[in-house]
């Protein structure tokens, strides 16, 4: 049976993604039922946060239902029949809950401060894997969608706030010796000087002075603004998780005081029409995206995800930063780490990658007489996770690296990779298996790395393919990685050097399922 939902706070429930919970167990973590669970779950269904899985056993034998294969009452009604599995990592609020959603590999019986700080570690992970592959829009010009997210919109309001402060309109103002420019036709115009040896001497100067509007509409909506979101993030905790964020109270106005939603947007449109600051355009686009979707949050089934479903994704993007993918180097960067530089017909080839020298597809036409009349090469090929060549201790070493975010089991087996991805690793040793042979490299790496919940790595186990003997190639080893460990270097630009070291050789000992500290 799965563990049941972790109470965080009074305003939090932690789960776990991809865990089995009973329909028990989900009543308790939204504290509600009937009809208006119904809803939620319809909505997260909706939103691909939430599977509904057909069961016998719980834990070993989930299959996800189709979107159109169960009724939500129907799995309701029946309590052995069905489990639900949240799809996601991150924070999810939904009305007044809050969800923290482990990722899949969090141990279930971890110690609860401990991975409440790792889990803010992976916010940050989330944070800056959204900033580089630029997935986040935080406004949606001027449109309501469905799947706006308004979490995601308070925070780039609050982070912005901490690096430029309020927004501003600056005006002119004119002063008496003030020490701004000299306005030299209103001090001769209005003033009388002082004349000395027939010279004219002006002891009172005009002068001016920029400085920012501080009653400006536009500044006290944001000053508003922000003091909304800070009071969200008090209400909900949220401050817990997401550390650095400025607590901001500024203004005791409301927002309904500043006009109807109409005649706010048209503040703000007028606004940006004015402004080519692109960082003010930026701004004023998420002021107009919060007035726009704020009325949305008095919904029970609303929900803002920090968050994603596809965290695969950023365990390859971090193994990738981490263990320095070199499939985009030319051949003559990496000839550094060959003993001996580049041999045979690749000394030639200096100005390709790595990833150009795996061959592509070509296809061919006949006519009707059987002759072949058309031949041409696809676009497309084979594209590795990660590839790095590194020379230690006197040898050179050639890695094929596959980011996989599993969760495995070998007694008894379970959570493995599918075929297609074993195939796929052989294929990648076979495409640069005449490079390695023509620079006589002996140490071939061909890994799954997994993400683990232990500080160091470990080799626990292979994949081997007997059908494909003929090949001479490796077998595929399964390194269980920290993923604490390789977010942290991730997060701060750090590559794993003596610690890769020690991973390649820990690939080719005998030392199998013991954890190695990094």
């Not at 803002?304 to 365990?315: D, K, P, S, V």
């Amino acid at each position: 049976m799965s563990s049941k939902p972790a109470k965080a706070s009074k305003a939090a429930v932690v789960v776990r993604e991809e865990h089995a919970y009973t329909r028990e167990q989900i009543e308790e973590c939204f504290q509600c039922d009937g009809d208006e669970l119904k809803r939620i779950l319809q909505h997260l269904r909706a939103l691909k946060y939430l599977k509904i899985n057909k069961t016998v056993d719980i834990q070993n034998d989930m299959t996800p239902l189709a979107d159109e294969a169960v009724d939500i009452t129907e799995s309701l009604a029946n309590v052995t029949g069905f489990s639900y599995t949240f799809t996601f990592v991150g924070v999810l609020v939904v009305g007044d809950l809050v969800l923290q959603s482990y990722p899949k590999y969090f141990k279930e019986a971890g110690d609860p401060a401990e991975q409440q700080q790792k889990f803010k570690t992976v916010l940050k992970v989330l944070k800056k894997f959204n900033k580089q592959s630029k997935t986040t829009r935080i406004y949606t010009d001027g449109k309501k969608t469905a799947n706006f997210n308004f979490l995601e919109l308070m925070l780039y309001l609050m982070e912005d706030y901490n690096e430029n402060g309020l927004y501003n309109n600056s005006q002119t103002v004119i002063e008496q010796n003030g020490e701004g420019d000299i306005l030299w036709d209103m001090t001769v115009n209005q003033t009388y000087p002082i004349f000395s040896n027939k010279r004219p001497i002006y002891t009172d100067l005009y002068t001016t002075k920029v400085e920012d509007d501080l009653e400006d509409f536009i500044r006290r909506l944001h000053s508003c603004i922000l003091t909304t979101c800070t009071r969200f993030f008090k209400e909900n905790r949220l401050y817990d998780l997401f550390e650095g964020l400025p607590e901001i109270d500024l203004t005791e106005e409301t927002i309904d005081e500043f006009g109807d939603e109409h005649y706010l947007l048209y503040r703000v449109e007028r606004e940006i029409a004015q402004q080519f600051n692109t960082h003010k355009q930026q701004l004023l686009h998420a002021l107009h995206a919060f007035i726009s979707h704020r009325t949305d949050m008095d919904r029970s089934d609303y929900t803002m995800l920090y968050g994603t479903t596809t965290f695969n994704l950023i365990w390859e993007k971090a193994c990738a930063a981490v263990f320095q993918n070199r499939l985009d180097d030319k051949l003559g960067d990496i000839a550094q780490f060959i003993h001996g530089g580049l041999q045979g017909k690749y000394q030639a080839l200096k100005d390709v990658t790595l990833k150009e020298l795996i061959e592509k597809p070509t296809w061919g036409g006949y006519d009707k007489d059987d002759k072949c009349v058309y031949e041409k090469e696809a676009l497309a090929t084979l594209i590795p996770d990660i590839i790095n060549i590194y020379y230690y201790v006197g040898e050179t070493y050639f890695s094929i690296l596959d980011a996989k975010y599993y969760v495995m089991t070998f007694n008894p087996l379970g959570g493995q990779p599918g075929i297609g991805d074993i195939t796929k690793q052989y294929l990648y040793n076979l495409a640069y298996k005449d490079f390695i042979d023509t620079h006589k490299i002996s140490r071939v790496c061909n890994c799954f790395l997994m993400p683990e919940d232990e500080v160091g790595y470990a080799k626990r186990g292979y994949a081997r393919l007997d059908i494909l003997n003929f090949l001479h190639v490796k077998n595929i080893d399964v390194i269980l990685l920290s993923a604490d460990s390789i977010f942290e270097y991730y997060l701060y630009d750090k590559k794993w050097g003596e610690e890769f070291n020690k991973v390649l050789n820990l690939v080719h000992s005998e030392h199998y399922g013991s954890v190695i500290a990094v």
